[in-house]
């Protein structure tokens, strides 16, 4: 009776202490395991929190990514847009100030046209262009001329090509100086000219630059030879006569 009183209890006692066991892993075990889920997660926080900020720096990189994306594609609009206004701006500007201005010839239908001899030097003749136009007109090269039914084409004094084109504003002149025969008589074929015809250049030399001009000469008609040459536009009269 003992004996089975004792193996009983001690059944009892396993079972009790069984149970408690069993009660104190749960009760335990969850706490430990929630907190030693908790450390990590404390931790992974802080650990996150400390990469948080990287992560949002990062993040904010990414939105940084956006920020800086979107400033980088900002910074890239507002580039390309500064870049848009300035390429604009440049354009205006190189459109006013570094692309040529439009070219518009003096020719026979914008200018009047003379011809005179002149007293000094001697054996010359002063052609004179007066822009009769509402706007500018330019004058390349030199002119071309021709007495009567003249086969030949006198040439340019090349010391006397200026820095640029001539241009003439409504109302101004340009000249261009002819040496009309050699003054110590070397010159061969010898002809008197009645008529004179002034031809015009465009842009491009021996280019047609438009109606030519028939300036009257004098009754008596004018003399040339072989030295007959011409100067290049030039804006001054002095200048036109110092060849």
Known sequence: MRTSRLQLLAAAGVAVASLALTACQDGTGTRDEGAS??????????????QAPEESAS???????TANGSSGSGGDASGSGDSGSKGSSAGTSGGSDDAPATFNPCNGANTSVTA??????V?????????????NCDLTYYPVLRF???QWVPQPIEDSKPQAVVTLAPGESAYAGVLLSAADGSGTGGATGKKLTVGFQA????????PAAI???PAKGVYYDSSLTVTYWQSSMDDALAY
């Open 215 to 217: 300036p009257s000469l």
């Open 116 to 121: 005179a001899p002149v007293s000094r030097p």
């Open 148 to 150: 009567d039914e003249m």
């Open 59 to 65: 993040g904010g990189s990414g939105n940084g990514s």
């Open 203 to 210: 842009r491009t030399p021996n280019s047609d630059g438009g």
């Open 37 to 50: 889920a908790s450390q990590p997660v404390a931790s992974a926080p802080s650990g996150a929190s400390s």
């Open 123 to 135: 054996n010359h003749m002063l052609i004179t262009v007066k822009n009769t136009g509402a706007k």
